[in-house]
């Protein structure tokens, strides 16, 4: 079946850090694919997504490619922030009558 | 106020006990979904429902029930607490989207969570 693995965290980073959180995926079709964000004591919320290969995501200064041929979908910012301490999940979805599928989260702790 | 509403947000009890945990929402979605989230284990899900009378068993369903009672509620049951059932679930909702490229394809939106303590 369908699956996502992301990198164990946690990890720690000091403001203004380059961020790479791998995400990679096992799919039987052509899924779409998602980072989801969850700040402390909140529920998640979509980060970006892309639909298609070679697609690039971006918000809020992360940004992650589609890319079929290594079937990765890898989160990058140039510069934390503290405020970007949360946890992080890449997900993915096939089109059709199917949920989504989450990785297990990777936890981002950024310091000042 | 949210689009998503999950009551309570908190709630301590004790095994043996009866818990129901409700979802509401406002966005107008037909599916619904219900989620454990445990550290290290991330997301699993419990049951899904893409209308009023569908309801589909997720990857960890067992000791647990749901019930849609309209397209805007969808609650979790636990018919008996037990004490490894202690985790913080999350109510979702999505559009019907179908198909690749799709806007809103499989894009979920999310509660603020319930923590549950079984003692």
């Known amino acids: 079946g369908d699956s996502v693995t992301q990198m164990e965290g946690p990890v720690t980073l000091s403001e203004e850090a380059f961020l790479t959180i791998n995400c990679t995926y096992t799919?039987?079709?052509?899924?779409?694919l998602f980072w989801y964000v969850q700040y402390p004591g909140e529920g998640l919320q979509l980060l970006l997504k892309?639909?298609?290969?070679?697609d690039k995501g971006s918000n809020k200064g992360f940004e992650a490619t589609y890319r079929k041929e290594t079937t990765s979908f890898h989160l990058e910012k140039g510069s934390v922030q503290v405020s970007d301490s949360a946890v992080y999940f890449c997900?993915?979805?096939?089109?059709?009558?199917?949920?989504?599928?989450f990785g297990k989260g990777t936890r981002l702790s950024v310091i000042a | 106020d949210a689009d998503v509403t999950q009551t309570p947000r908190n709630r301590i009890t004790k095994t043996g006990k009866r818990i129901m945990l409700e979802c509401s929402q406002t966005?107008?979605?037909?599916?619904m979904y219900w989620y454990r989230q445990d550290p290290g284990l991330g997301l699993r899900l419990i049951y899904y429902?893409?209308?009023?009378?569908?309801?589909n068993k997720g990857e960890i369903s067992d000791g647990y029930s749901v019930s849609r009672q309209a397209q805007a509620k969808f609650s979790l049951s636990l018919e008996s607490a037990i004490p490894n059932q202690t985790a913080l679930y999350f109510c979702?909702?999505?559009?019907?989207?179908?198909?690749?490229?799709?806007?809103?394809?499989?894009?979920?939106?999310f509660g603020e969570g319930s923590r549950l303590t079984v003692l």
């Open positions: 429902s893409f209308d009023v009378k569908d309801i």
């Open positions: 979702a909702t999505s559009l019907a989207g179908h198909g690749r490229g799709g806007a809103n394809t499989g894009e979920l939106f």
């Open positions: 799919a039987t079709g052509y899924p779409s």
């Open positions: 966005k107008g979605h037909d599916r």
């Open positions: 997900a993915l979805h096939e089109p059709g009558n199917t949920p989504l599928v």
């Open positions: 892309a639909t298609k290969a070679d």
